[in-house]
């Protein structure tokens, strides 16, 4: 029987083994400043690991700081799209890493940020087809994380156009795909549907307070997991919010964890 390495490692990404995942991203670091104090690095990230978060995603440099006994059975996803807050156009994104540089560090998977309908639109697409061609000669996972952002994108909710999307990433190579939640976000419904891939929303439903609700609603909704990271290192117990939310993911029965989750925050 021959083994296929892209199998072995989309399997590690889903802990529990029923395809669905929760990824915590922590790469806010390069686009907005620190997630975290020095001190407090590793015991997040023990937090993370521990509370049954999937994969972690971070930057090539970051990733080199993670204790290996803090990650535990977690999941490496190494992001190597970058831009920061500060730039000329903040939806410019550039590869900063490459695959060889993920497996070296022993990443399970790796992802590549695209925004369609900015100006550097067709960079970002090659960037994502090249990376896609890598993935499949070494057999590492790849995760599209694109969204309809730029000039020429009235509203990056709209159906039709996270539809799309999604679609890119199919068409690009990518094997899993995060994009926004619907203004609606019942309407997640359409999205998964139009799309052969594993969809996983980022953050949660737009200016939901209850992000347990919102992520029930989602998962219903047919996405096969979350990517949440400004709600999860923000809050004031990191590794509660990550087992209610791998709860609901996982569909097990958070009853025994403490009260509903209440955040004002964005992923």
């Given at each position: 029987?021959?083994?296929d390495?892209k ?15 929760l ?16 001190s ?12 049954g978060?999937?994969?972690?995603v971070?930057?090539?440099g ?11 059975d ?17 939806d ?16 399970d998977?790796v ?18 087809g ?18 309809p952002?730029?000039?020429r ?8 156009l ?10 690009l190579?990518?094997d ?9 976000p ?9 799309c ?9 439903a ?6 347990e609700?919102?992520?029930?609603e ?7 997991g ?7 290192f923000?809050?004031?117990?990191p590794?509660v ?6 709860a ?11 009260e ?5 925050g964005?992923?």
């Amino acid at each position: 029987m021959t083994i296929d390495g892209k199998a072995l490692r989309m399997r590690r990404l889903s802990r529990t083994g029923d395809g669905r995942h929760l990824f915590v991203p922590l790469d806010h670091s390069v686009s907005d400043g620190p997630v975290s104090d020095r001190s407090r690095w590793d015991g997040l990230v023990r937090a993370i690991a521990g509370g049954g978060a999937d994969a972690l995603v971070v930057h090539k440099g970051r990733a080199r700081t993670l204790n290996p006994s803090a990650l535990g059975d977690c999941g490496l996803v190494v992001h190597l799209s970058a831009s920061t807050a500060h730039a000329a156009d903040t939806d410019a994104k550039v590869l900063v890493g490459d695959v060889d540089d993920a497996l070296r560090l022993g990443a399970d998977a790796v992802s590549v940020h695209v925004n369609v309908g900015s100006d550097t639109e067709s960079r970002q697409l090659a960037d994502l087809g090249l990376v896609a061609g890598a993935c499949q000669r070494w057999g590492v996972p790849l995760l599209a994380m694109i969204y309809p952002r730029g000039p020429r994108i009235h509203d990056p909710r709209d159906v039709t156009l996270l539809r799309h999307a999604v679609n890119i990433a199919a068409d690009l190579g990518a094997d899993l795909v995060k994009t926004a939640v619907p203004a609606v976000p019942s309407r997640m419904s359409e999205v998964v549907e139009s799309c052969p891939l594993p969809v996983l929303c980022a953050g949660g439903a737009p200016d939901a307070r209850n992000l347990e609700a919102s992520a029930a609603e989602l998962m219903d909704a047919g996405c096969a997991g979350l990517a949440v990271g400004r709600r999860i290192f923000t809050s004031e117990n990191p590794a509660v919010t990550v087992a209610r939310l791998a709860a609901v993911v996982h569909a097990q029965n958070p009853a025994a964890l403490s009260e509903p989750l209440l955040t004002t925050g964005v992923a």
